[in-house]
């Protein structure tokens, strides 16, 4: 029998609020591409990507040179908000990458490097640019852990112990597509402000996942997506788009709303926003609603200078035509993959967008999901689950995993689910 992985400092001293290493109970060393390798020299494919924050996957070799080489000759680590180099070839790579492609005149603010003060950050300016104190979030939704990120997250849990007052200026709304069914959002959002006996007060803005992936991966129509932009233009309320999880190829396009075609006031990022996991979170705005007062919403680290370094080199992947196309690749296997499961003789059901796809075991059916976790690590492929109890796999493959690599995981997946049941 294989020896038990050492854990035992981790169970003695770690607090019990560690959450992912329980389903995955092994001591990881080393990282390459799209595989974790354990210390007692288990190689895991991983289609978890660190919950969204390695889409490029481990140990890039560009994004390493380029850090090493960095770290080789002294440049500056630690630079808060002042102007570096390395700042300043990052945002001309934003300018040339994401932001004269799409024609837009937004400004970038570097914010705390998680998505939740991301989250905070919005919130925060879109009441200052409005003068109204309510945000309007969905059901199923997730921004953060922070007081204000979980105060437009749809969790009851979470929230109980962040901040009464702060949960008490959210209006929730069902998503376009739930656990619980489909719902005509839109037409709530009208009923909203048109019943004269509602006491609905149009907030600041509106804060959305182009895909909701906690809630269970259930990405919303490029119809819904204009619609929920129509009302908040119709309203003059601030549209702000979560790209945390969702942004940097998951959906398949940079953006999880570029199919769509809209146009956000403001853009949350983080996780793969820095191409290789390092703590860094961006914030887009339109140039006009940038009414920020200097150190009006600061954090020590907001200039991490190696997340600036990968993330260039990250943003750059996307002029790439064979990026781009192995990209292509890459989905179209996922959803072979996808159409394969929904044909298998098990009672689940597929949903899935780009490289993300959830494996839905039914509404209160967590154990079957968590056996199905479980039997993947077995097969060597790490995965993690969503879903309101966790009843959904959810499938994040680093987004330029080699194409027979992938197929290679959700072979062993496509056997894993019937066992599952
Ligand atoms: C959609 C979304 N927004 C915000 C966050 C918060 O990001 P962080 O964990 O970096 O604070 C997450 C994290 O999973 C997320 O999925």
Redesign the pocket.
């Known amino acids: 029998m294989a020896a038990q992985p050492d854990t035992a400092v981790f169970e003695l001293l770690e607090s019990n609020v560690r959450s992912y290493c329980r389903s995955a109970p092994l001591v990881f060393t080393r990282a390459k591409g799209p595989h974790l390798f354990t210390e007692d020299g288990r190689r895991i494919l991983d289609f978890f990507s660190g ?3 390695l889409n490029y996957g481990h140990n890039d070799e560009a994004m390493t040179e380029a850090l090493v080489s960095h770290l080789r000759s002294g440049g500056v680590l630690h630079g808060l908000d002042l102007y570096t180099a390395t700042k300043r070839d990052l945002l001309h790579t934003i300018q040339d990458c994401l932001l004269t492609p799409r024609g837009w005149d937004y400004k970038v603010q570097f914010c705390g ?7 905070e950050a919005a919130i925060k300016l879109a009441r200052k640019v409005t003068g109204r104190r309510g945000i309007l979030a969905f059901n199923g ?6 007081a204000g ?1 979980l105060a437009v997250s749809g969790a009851r849990r979470l929230r109980a112990y962040g901040s009464p007052g702060a949960n008490a200026e959210t209006t929730f709304v069902p998503y376009e597509n739930s656990m619980y069914g489909p719902f005509d959002s839109l037409a709530h959002l009208d009923r909203l402000v048109e019943e004269a006996g509602s006491a609905f007060e149009l907030p600041a803005a509106v804060i959305v ?1 182009s895909v909701q ?2 809630a269970g991966v259930f990405a919303a129509s490029a119809e819904w997506l204009r619609g929920v932009r129509e009302w908040t233009e119709r309203h003059g309320v601030l549209l702000i788009c ?5 942004g940097c190829g998951r959906a398949g396009d940079f953006f999880a709303f570029d199919h769509a075609g809209i146009v956000p006031d403001i853009v ?1 990022t ?2 793969s926003i820095s191409g290789n996991g390092l703590p860094m ?1 961006l914030l887009f705005m339109k140039r006009e609603l940038d009414v920020w007062e200097p150190g009006e919403h600061t954090g020590t680290f907001r200039g991490n200078q190696l997340a600036f370094i990968t993330a260039k080199i990250a943003l750059e992947y996307w002029q790439n035509e064979e990026f781009r196309q192995h990209l292509a690749e890459n989905a179209s296997a996922l959803d072979g993959f996808a159409r394969q499961a929904t044909q298998l003789d098990a009672p689940v059901k597929l949903r899935w967008t780009g490289m993300l796809a959830g494996i839905d075991f039914g509404l209160g059916n967590l154990d079957a999901a968590a056996r199905a976790q479980a039997l993947c690590l077995d097969a060597g492929v790490l995965v993690e689950r969503c879903g309101p109890n966790g009843e959904v796999v959810k499938l994040m493959p680093p987004i330029n995993t080699p194409t027979d690599v992938l197929t290679e995981g959700f072979t062993a997946v496509l056997d894993v689910i019937p066992k599952a049941i």
């Open positions: 919950a969204g924050a490097p998680t998505g939740a003060d991301a989250s939704s997730y921004h953060g852990m922070t990120a996942e992936i906690q979560d790209e945390v999880q969702s949350t983080a996780k979170a």
